[in-house]
């Protein structure tokens, strides 16, 4: 059989799932409800409501990925340095959140941090002050924190454990100190998994709308959640399609950085 047509199968699921889908979210976003081409869609974003949920969304997909990316490169490192048969095992213990549906992994939260949820049932046992972020803000990054933080690992792993350790060792034999051999050599060729893990955790951050949802209490409208609003509630696709475009707009921003930092696809996931 000719190898091309093994590959027939994923391009009708491309075609499907991918580019129709696509380009029906062009159409609507660059259409009115007549039919006829309009920008008015995608200037929407411009307008008080639509810019403050986009900044906030920024914002906060911001502070959740540094806060992973602090998080996760001291693990990685942990984990790059350990031995196979201890790794393996820890690695699959971050895995396997990723197997339980997203949905209830954020449901999960909202119990533990709801007023009367079982963190606060602790504290209050213990005669401490109840922790009251549910609702908040900072409820929602932890959302994004608790559900992300492998998508920033992994690479970052993935990329540990490509450095040769000759190299490390060379430069420990030249004087390097261990600030300097891991600003020189560990931090610059661990890049790639860097920029890899951001993209993973900041495309999906910035998009989100269930954390907000369930974490924020939908009193916290992010882009997302204007977006699917216009879908489901108003049932207004147009403007929602616009909206989207807005936000393809800055992944596409984020795509392109990680290409130009990873050009060899060193920081993909195992």
């Known amino acids: 059989m000719n190898k091309k047509m093994l590959s027939l199968p994923y391009l009708f699921w491309c075609a499907v799932f991918i580019i129709i889908p696509l380009c029906m979210v062009v159409y609507y976003g660059l259409t009115d409800k007549t039919g006829a081409f309009t920008l008015a869609n995608i200037a929407a974003i411009a ?6 949920a986009l900044w906030f969304s920024l914002l906060l997909s911001f502070a959740g990925t540094v806060i992973c990316l602090l998080l996760a490169y001291p693990l990685a490192m942990i984990l790059s340095g350990m031995k ?28 533990l941090l709801e007023k009367n949820g079982i963190i606060n049932t602790i504290l209050h046992f213990l005669h401490l002050p109840a922790l009251n972020i549910i609702n908040t803000p900072s409820a929602i990054i932890l959302g994004m924190v608790y559900n992300f933080l492998p ?28 600030f300097q051999t891991f600003s020189r050599i560990i ?3 661990s890049l790639p998994g860097v920029i890899s893990g951001i993209t993973m955790v900041f495309v999906p951050a910035l998009t989100t709308f269930v954390i907000s949802t369930l974490l924020g209490g939908s009193k916290i409208l992010l882009i997302g959640n204007v977006i699917e609003q216009e879908f489901t509630q108003t049932g207004n696709w147009h403007l929602g399609s616009g909206l989207s ?23 993909a996931t195992l």
């Open 84 to 111: 196979v048969s201890q790794h393996s095992f820890i690695v699959l213990i971050f895995i396997l959140p990723m197997w339980m549906n997203f949905l209830l992994r954020t449901m999960a939260w909202e119990t």
């Open 245 to 267: 475009i807005v936000l393809m707009i800055f992944i596409l921003i984020n795509m392109v950085l990680s290409a130009v930092f990873d050009k060899d696809g060193e920081g």
């Open 187 to 189: 931090f610059p060729l």
């Open 47 to 52: 307008t008080a409501e639509h810019a403050k």
């Open 151 to 178: 998508f920033m690992v992994l690479p970052i792993y993935n990329a540990l454990t490509k450095i040769d350790n000759n190299v490390v060792n060379a430069a420990r034999d030249l004087g390097a100190g261990s």
